[in-house]
C-alpha cells in the first residue's frame, strides 16, 4: 500500500491498495479518524475493469452494496506509541 497525507498522523489520508499478485493499483482508500477510532472506507476502484462492481462476497449487510463507499476498517484503538 502507498500513502499521501497532509495530516499530523501517519495513518491518516488516502492510501493506494496494490494487487499482491499482479502489482497493480487497485484501489484508493480513505483512512480517517472519528470518535477518537479510525477507520477506511473505498474511495474509489483503479482498474476500469472493477467500475461500478458491487460487494457480492460479503456476507453481512455490505453484500449487493457498491464497493466504492464500504468501510473496511472499522473501530481501530491505537495502542501505545506505535
Not at 19 to 27: A, Y
Not at 28 to 46: P, T
Amino acid at each position: 500500500m502507498f500513502f499521501f497525507t497532509n495530516q499530523p498522523d501517519p495513518y491518516i489520508g488516502q492510501w493506494i491498495s496494490v494487487d499482491d499478485e499482479t502489482g497493480k493499483e487497485k484501489s484508493e482508500i480513505s483512512l480517517y479518524e472519528e470518535g477518537g477510532k479510525l477507520y477506511g472506507r473505498i474511495y474509489a476502484l483503479l482498474l476500469p475493469e472493477d467500475q461500478g462492481k458491487m460487494c457480492n462476497e460479503s456476507k453481512g449487510s455490505e453484500k449487493g452494496k457498491p464497493i466504492v463507499g464500504l468501510v473496511i476498517v472499522q473501530c481501530l484503538i491505537k495502542k501505545g506509541e506505535n
